[in-house]
């Protein structure tokens, strides 16, 4: 197994499970694999839900992989389960992590119908991957050269560069178009986070067309806040939003 994937042991592939009418859509970020958003998926799981979380094209491979992938690439692959589980469900909750934040939103930009929005450390502004357009061109991989956090995260410990470019290309086009997302939207940021700008959560608010929206900053998460402390924390803000839209309808 390559050394520069993290915790090759976990269970990260993509995960399908048939439940209810209500349907759920969990995306991981970038360099990640849906270890990031598992426990999530155990919790709707446990409701009863179907849930749905692909493992995006180059993650989960290595890091040369991803380098190949466009981001049209993951566009498709969350588009095509999108349509696969809204086939299958009544409601449609589409949620994910850093660049499965900004890849949920891009869902959102192009259909109205999606129920919920939970968004969790969304990447619009990544400060580590700001010059990849540029470094790219002079090392195609780079050392991360994150401290070691002690989270259960699997993923790569390096940056694809040429891909973080395409990364970036996402959240330029993303961000265009928040004017279009109308679906309700819980807003999540990690008071510790040192990935991306403090400004995320505050853009994504402002520029979505969502009548309900909410914003809560977790003060004592990291970046990953799916496998971080305040986990339990997070699951009671979402039972608590989305109890909110069933009074609401």
């Known amino acids: ?115 919920a929005l939970l968004l969790f450390s969304t990447a619009l502004s990544v400060r580590r991957l700001k010059y990849a357009k540029l470094l790219k061109y002079y090392s195609q991989i780079i050392d991360k050269g994150l401290p070691d956090d002690n989270l259960p995260w699997q993923g790569y410990t390096v940056y694809p560069l040429w891909a973080a470019d395409q990364f970036l290309r996402l959240t330029r086009n993303v961000k265009k178009n928040l004017y279009k997302v109308k679906s309700p939207a819980l807003i999540l940021q990690g008071g510790n986070d040192t990935s991306i700008a403090t400004e995320n959560m505050q853009i994504i608010f402002d520029g979505i067309g969502s009548e309900i929206k909410l914003k809560i900053m977790m003060e004592k998460s990291q970046h990953v806040m799916l496998l971080d402390r305040e986990f339990d924390a997070i699951v009671k803000n979402v039972q608590t939003f989305l109890a909110k839209l069933e009074n609401h309808c």
Request: charged share 20%.
């Open 1 to 115: 197994m390559d050394k520069r994937f993290q915790n090759p042991h976990l269970a990260g592939d993509s995960l399908f499970f048939k439940g209810s009418r209500t349907g759920v859509l969990l995306i991981h970020g970038f360099t990640a694999t849906t270890v990031e958003v598992r426990p999530l998926a155990n919790y709707f799981i446990s409701e009863g839900c179907t849930v749905i979380a692909p493992l995006l094209p180059g993650h989960g491979t290595t890091p040369e992989d991803l380098n190949r992938q466009k981001y049209r690439d993951w566009t498709n692959c969350v588009e095509e389960n999108y349509l696969r589980i809204s086939s299958e469900c009544d409601y449609v909750i589409v949620g994910g992590e850093s660049m499965g934040g900004v890849l949920s939103l891009f869902l959102a930009e192009k259909y109205s119908d999606i129920y």
